[in-house]
């Protein structure tokens, strides 16, 4: 509680002129979970997982979707050689001029790259695309979603576009990563298990799909990154955050220009040391 007054005493002294304001909300973004990022790391966090495993499974989903998406988007602004990097022999045989016409149409085109597999019935491709926050993709993985949670994903695949309900199917997915203590062996557990558990993660490391290239260093440094935000003192770290988030909403707390940069110094250097309790 001290250092949340500490804090509000600080920028209670300074005057309303937001165009000219330090953005305290984006300095505290980076040491606070967003709502969606919370409700993953609350469910986590009941099911037993591991700090290293819950910040490794964060990284994972949080590098693909920033827990934002939670329902597949279409391809139809998507160019064509991406398209086919993404998807392979699925759309192998479409000429561009066919492909190209094929993405305009969203039911179509995910009929035609995911129906007929994995449980999908031939025109279930569109019923069953990625939804929740990590992606859950095909029939077959929404009925493992229903046995693991008791939740009826299968009839009411939209409930995956609800958060609460994201972050159980996600917990239930990862349960295996679980009890993992280090960092980067959870990590690659758990980016294996989303890529698809068949394959070790040294095939995806040595795999040249742009999807694993780009992926998974961006995935390893945001699994850092939830590392050390899931490490602080997350009551004084939420309390600190609402408080300023309300206020810099209603105008009622800006800070001034402070023409003494030794001023702003501290201030960081105060929220670094809110971080670490």
């Known amino acids: 509680m001290k250092y949340i007054l500490t804090i509000i005493f600080i920028l209670v002294s300074y005057s309303a002129n937001f165009a000219e304001s330090v953005n305290i909300k984006q300095k505290i973004d980076h040491i606070m979970l967003n709502r969606n990022e919370q409700i993953v790391f609350d469910q986590l966090t009941k099911d037993g997982y591991t700090r290293e495993a819950a910040a490794a499974v964060m990284g994972v989903v949080g590098g693909e979707s920033g827990f934002q998406t939670l329902k597949e988007i279409g391809y139809n602004t998507t160019s064509n050689d991406r398209i086919r990097a993404i998807f392979g022999d699925r759309v192998s045989g479409y000429s561009d001029t066919a492909l190209t016409a094929l993405k305009q149409n969203y039911n179509d085109f995910f009929n035609a790259v995911y129906g007929g597999k994995y449980g999908n019935g031939p025109d279930e491709g569109a019923k069953y695309v990625g939804r929740g926050f990590n992606g859950i993709t095909f029939k077959g993985n929404y009925v493992a979603a229903k046995n693991a949670t008791g939740i009826d994903f299968v009839n009411k ?26 960092l980067e062996p959870a990590f690659q557990e758990a980016y294996r298990n989303n890529a698809g558990p068949a394959n070790s993660f040294a095939f995806y490391a040595a795999n040249q799909n742009p999807v694993n290239v780009v992926g998974i260093p961006l995935k390893r440094k945001k699994a850092q990154e939830y590392y050390e935000k899931i490490g602080g003192s997350s009551t004084a770290k939420k309390a600190l955050f609402f408080f300023l988030y309300d206020c810099s909403n209603n105008s009622v707390l800006v800070s001034k220009t402070v023409q003494d940069k030794k001023e702003i110094e501290n201030l960081n250097s105060f929220l670094i040391t809110l971080n670490s309790k």
């Open 157 to 182: 695949p939209e409930l995956l576009e609800r958060p609460e309900y994201a972050a159980k199917a996600l917990s239930a997915y990862f349960k295996m990563i679980k009890d993992i203590k280090e």
